[in-house]
């Protein structure tokens, strides 16, 4: 369960307490909220552990969910303040409080029909996955789709769920052209909605024709899959040949569309990329990367040279190439990148060395873990080390349980809370005396039954 979903369950279910401001907990609280509020007063009431909710105002919203459905019907004749339980009543399972909750709704949805929309749509959502919950939606839908206004509020909501809704039904209605699809597709945070919003403009472009504006548009976009839309949008545009100046894109997606179109126009990808990576006043991070995907194993030189390249994107960059080209077998260069000053190259070295772990220098590594070494040399290090398991990786877990970074910390005090020291005393490298050094050296991880426990499998005395 994500941060943000049990926050809301949180503020629902403080919502509900006994003397608790209902409009105020809920006044910004998202759909999740109303919901867990709902069943938090339900169960409180049910089982007698509380019976009422603050103010008056609150204890009708506490009167709204009560588990006796012919409260919850009576609570209804002046539900006006509190669509949102209104909504949620519309897909009770009681026959009686459903009909009169969806007569309020309907008057709601009459008296203003924008507020209710914008206020209730997420929690419609939410709701229209129960057996009951399909009739709200539709009303919902025969409002939205007839005001504009409302469903652009809607596109822009915070709440996912609710803008895929409203591009959905923006599309249903047909009143967007290629160009601002495309411009929609271009500025939409969410990658979901911008896929809806692309796929939809190059579907325009096929039937009503081109329109290198909104070709454009999709070039310039911030999503991956929005910019590999527009590159393949740029054949039907009679564009072809631009597909070469995305060779080099930040995202293999759209690197891999260009290479599909340079083809398509019956070129070849691989002459650009070698002109890029040998060119030092224009080999780029991506040049390098997009070389090594169209590359040949016997292509592994020119990325060997590219690991003394005085950008550390490029390098790291080829470090990569070359474990994608299964050309990573000079241990000795990539070891000597585990002391590079850029964290990205010591990260993709580091990676290519992981099945060479047991053939690297332990004691080395070892002293790569001391505090005054750099973050990202010392979690280099400590995954080696942790590669090679057994006593090996013992030590180094143990020698991490006090680091200042957060993530090797909660590592290593998982690993030697969990070790098998027993096992280790017959299956590994090792003697009696020097478990005994490791267990005395993680004492502050155990009580002291754990290590009593762990002291007697050892055979040692007290």
């Known amino acids: 369960m994500s941060a943000h979903r049990e926050e809301h369950l949180r503020t629902g279910r403080n919502a509900a307490r006994p003397g608790a401001d209902v409009r105020r907990e809920l006044a910004d609280a998202g759909p999740t909220a109303w919901i867990a509020f709902d069943q938090e007063v339900r169960s409180r009431l049910r089982y007698g552990r509380d019976d009422s909710a603050g103010p008056r105002e609150g204890l009708h919203a506490t009167l709204l969910c009560h588990p006796d459905g012919r409260i919850r ?37 009459r008296t203003d029909p924008e507020r209710a929309a914008r206020t209730l749509t ?41 803008r895929r809704y409203a591009a959905r039904l923006t ?33 325009l472009m096929a039937t009503d024709g081109p329109d290198d504006e909104a070709v454009d548009l999709l ?38 569309c260009a290479r599909w179109l340079v083809g398509q126009g019956g070129g070849d990808p691989f002459p650009h990329y070698l002109e890029l990576v040998t060119d030092p006043g224009r080999v780029t991070a991506y040049a390098v990367a997009g070389f090594a995907e169209c590359a040949r194993r016997t292509d592994g030189p020119r990325l060997h040279a590219l690991l003394t390249h005085p950008d550390g994107r490029v390098r790291a960059a080829a470090v990569a190439g ?100 027993q096992l280790s005393l017959h299956t590994d490298d090792t003697d009696r005396p020097e478990l005994a ?26």
């Open 122 to 162: 997420p929690l419609v959502l939410r709701l229209s996955a129960r057996e009951q919950g399909g009739w709200a939606l539709a009303r919902l839908e025969e409002v939205l789709r007839d005001d504009e206004p409302v469903l652009a509020a809607l596109r822009a909501d915070t709440d996912l769920p609710t």
């Open 322 to 421: 070359l474990r994608l080209l299964d050309d990573n077998t000079d241990i000795t260069a990539l070891t000597a990148l585990l002391e590079d000053p850029w964290p990205a190259v010591v990260r993709e070295a580091s990676r290519s060395l992981l099945p060479f772990s047991g053939r690297l220098d332990a004691d080395r590594l070892i002293a790569r873990l001391a505090a005054d070494r750099p973050r990202h040399l010392r979690r280099a290090a400590f995954r080696l080390l942790r590669a090679r398991r057994g006593i090996t990786e013992l030590r180094a877990c143990v020698a991490m349980v006090a680091d200042d970074d957060p993530r090797l910390r909660a590592t290593a005090r998982a690993t030697v809370r969990g070790w098998k020291w």
């Open 171 to 203: 599309l249903e209605s047909g009143r967007f052209d290629a160009r601002a699809l495309a411009r929609l597709a271009a500025i939409d945070p969410d990658p979901v909605t911008a896929r809806l919003w692309a796929d939809a403009a190059t579907r």
């Open 73 to 109: 019907e009576a609570a209804l004749d002046c539900a006006e303040r509190w669509p949102e339980l209104v909504a949620i009543r519309c897909a009770d399972w009681a026959p009686a409080v459903r009909d009169r909750a969806r007569q309020v709704l309907g008057a709601l949805l």
């Open 437 to 462: 050094e490791l267990l005395r050296r993680s004492a502050g991880l155990f009580d002291a039954y754990e290590m009593g426990v762990r002291r007697s499998r050892l055979g040692l005395t007290r």
């Open 219 to 256: 070039l310039g976009a911030r999503s991956p899959m929005v910019r590999a839309t527009g590159v393949t949008a740029l054949r039907g545009a009679g564009r072809t040949e631009e597909a070469v100046r995305h060779l080099a894109d930040r995202s293999g997606l759209v690197r891999a």
